[in-house]
């Protein structure tokens, strides 16, 4: 141990702990990207046809699909994708719901 050293010393839980001096090269920090998908990326990802993604984004502004028009191309972000495909989950079967409300007789439970 070096002189002075066991100045700095201390224990904890009966343990002697000692400052460790350290010099880092390098720091990598890892984080998760939001890329952007062409539609055909997009059509891979979530399964849906691309003339199905191109529909939901020419739909109406309010339950359109986010995306960006570049030049000719439709890029989507991938962070926009997944939220708007969160929107339009459903449990059930959403067509006999719907009937259910309209005769007044749908469950409290049921969204």
Aim: glycine share 8%; charged share 25%.
């Amino acid at each position: 141990m070096a002189p002075g050293a066991a100045a700095r010393a201390s224990r904890v839980s009966g343990r002697e702990i000692r400052p460790v001096s350290a010099v880092l090269e390098r720091v990598t920090v890892a984080v998760p990207l939001d890329p952007y998908m062409t539609l055909a990326g997009a059509s891979t990802y979530t399964q849906l046809s691309v003339k199905t993604l191109r529909r939901a984004v020419n739909d109406h502004p309010a339950r359109a699909l986010p995306a960006y028009r570049v030049g000719g191309a439709l890029i989507l972000r991938r962070s926009e994708l997944d939220r708007w495909l969160a929107e339009r989950r459903t449990v059930g079967r959403p067509s006999l719901l719907a009937a259910l409300r309209a005769l007044g007789r749908a469950s409290e439970g049921s969204a």
